[in-house]
């Protein structure tokens, strides 16, 4: 079943001497449960791809379809409402509330929606994280990993569509990255979670079931 579906999608940047085509009609489409990879250099459009798949940004031109949606036909109200519901978001940065416990942190995005924690699911999750120890500690007393393990925990509590992570392993040492990446492919088989991940390492990228190459805006190459 396909979940998602990019079409033509376009995103310009200036105009005349400062014109910067940062993503050119690109199309793909991501089939329910798939782990797909995007890799690309710096500056090849990854991230632009990536906001714009999750409603972060809007297109120039093209279309995004996710879950049947066309989520560029909502109004910004709207379409923030659908975001947060439905996808979920992990940066190379943790972006973790720090004043917030690492529960605290994980069940945000229901506590913003007015949405009640499910007790026996967030257990389950904690302890799929690995954070059962640490449930009660704040950002600052926990390491890399720990911090982006709690993100991950933040994307995935509201059982989204997809999850979108942007260079998820990108500030962290290479024993947290493996950490991270067997995470996320253990969310894909257990949870059934869409994952579309961008990253510019090819290794990390092999634990994906589809890799997408970017270049220059464009999808070169289908591994």
Do not use: C, W
Request: cysteine-free; aromatic content about 4%; hydrophobic content about 40%.
């Amino acid at each position: 079943m396909e979940i998602l579906k990019v079409e033509n999608l376009t995103k310009i940047y200036g105009k005349g001497s400062t014109k910067v085509v940062a993503l050119d009609d690109v199309s793909f489409s991501v089939e329910k449960g798939e782990f797909v990879a995007i890799v690309g250099a710096s500056g090849s459009g990854k991230s632009t791809l990536l906001h714009l798949i999750g409603g972060v940004d809007r297109p120039t031109a093209g279309k995004v379809f996710l879950d049947g949606q066309d989520i560029y036909k909502f109004d910004d109200d709207k379409l923030a409402i659908f975001r947060r519901r439905q996808v979920g978001l992990i940066y190379q940065f943790y972006n973790l509330i720090p004043i917030l416990n690492v529960e605290e942190n994980i069940t945000l995005p229901l506590d913003l929606d007015n949405r009640k924690v499910d007790q026996n699911n967030l257990n389950s999750l904690i302890n799929l994280l690995g954070l059962t120890s640490r449930r009660k500690h704040l950002p600052n007393e926990l390491s890399g990993g720990q911090q982006q393990r709690t993100s991950i925990g933040r994307a995935l509590i509201t059982n989204p569509t997809i999850i979108l992570a942007d260079e998820p392993t990108g500030n962290l040492d290479s024993k947290s990255s493996d950490e991270i990446v067997e995470l996320l492919k253990k969310s894909n088989k257990e949870y059934k979670q869409t994952i579309i991940m961008i990253t510019h390492n090819m290794e990390i990228a092999k634990v994906a079931d589809r890799i997408l190459k970017i270049e220059d805006g464009k999808i070169v190459e289908e591994v």
